[in-house]
């Protein structure tokens, strides 16, 4: 039987790249997004076109009422949840000594708190066919921390110890929970970063190359197919963090 993944935040970064790789290998997709409709419909159309299913569903999943819609409509539309991967996730650059109670909540509920909200709603549906797999997508900087990203450093912090914390609980449920930390990869989200930072990181990198989406989506691909991971924290960076 067809395996059924729900990804956040799939339609454009790693997310995109996440759900492409997928779909090719002929999984049911639900493709959550929120603001990008039109990006969402593109991939849709063009996966449905090759005869993939792939569906697409507005909810903003730091908010507890459209996660269980999102849910709900999984369940209604293929009965079952095999695979959750929380990718939605936002940044901040900013000063420490800037950085407002808004902005603290609103890094922490899109980056975390979603999390929270997604994995307790998929969760019982996973207990109850004894099975399933959830892959949290957190950041190097959830490791090693990074200057003038004192929350979103702390928001990746928290998917990774969540992601440990679940391993242990649900591993009698044959429930794996592992996270994804990726390094430096060209999203839209670092196009705001100068060319020559760029080539920094790069020189910095003992590979000597900066990462695309479809490296973090094959590593989503092998954690799916494993049997025998979880409570781990994979970073892949190029070898520009090694630990």
């Keep these: 039987m067809e395996k059924t993944i729900i990804v956040t935040g799939g339609s454009k970064g790693i997310g995109e790249g996440i759900v492409n790789l997928l779909a090719k290998e002929n999984y049911n ?11 969402a419909k593109r ?4 996966f449905t076109e090759l005869g993939k299913n792939v569906e697409i569903f507005q909810a903003d999943v730091s908010k507890r009422e459209e996660v269980k819609k999102l849910v709900e409509f999984t369940i209604q539309k293929f009965e079952k949840i095999d695979v959750l991967v929380n990718n939605a996730g936002i940044t901040q650059n900013k000063l420490f000594t800037e950085v407002t109670e808004e902005d603290w909540r ?3 509920d899109n980056n975390l ?10 969760v019982p ?3 109850q066919r004894q099975s399933g797999c959830i892959i949290n997508i957190s950041s190097i900087w959830g490791i090693v921390g990074s200057s003038c990203e004192s929350i979103y450093s702390v928001s990746k912090a928290g998917v990774d110890g969540l992601t440990k914390a679940l391993a242990k609980e649900l ?16 999203t839209q989200m670092n196009q705001n970063i100068s060319e020559e930072v760029v ?3 790069k020189r910095e990198t003992p590979l000597e190359k900066i990462g695309k989406p479809e490296d973090i989506a094959k590593c989503v691909k092998w954690l799916i197919e494993d049997e025998f991971t979880t409570g781990q ?10 630990i």
């Design 29 to 39: 997709i639900v493709l959550n997004y929120n603001k990008s409709e039109e990006a």
């Design 43 to 46: 991939i849709q159309k063009e």
């Design 106 to 108: 609103y890094i922490i």
């Design 113 to 122: 708190t979603s999390v929270f909200y997604m994995s307790q709603e998929v």
């Design 125 to 127: 549906y996973m207990i």
């Design 171 to 186: 591993g009698p449920s044959h429930i794996r929970v592992n996270s994804i930390a990726p390094g430096f990869i060209d």
């Design 199 to 201: 080539n920094e990181i």
């Design 233 to 242: 924290v994979i970073s892949i960076n190029g070898g520009w963090v090694i």
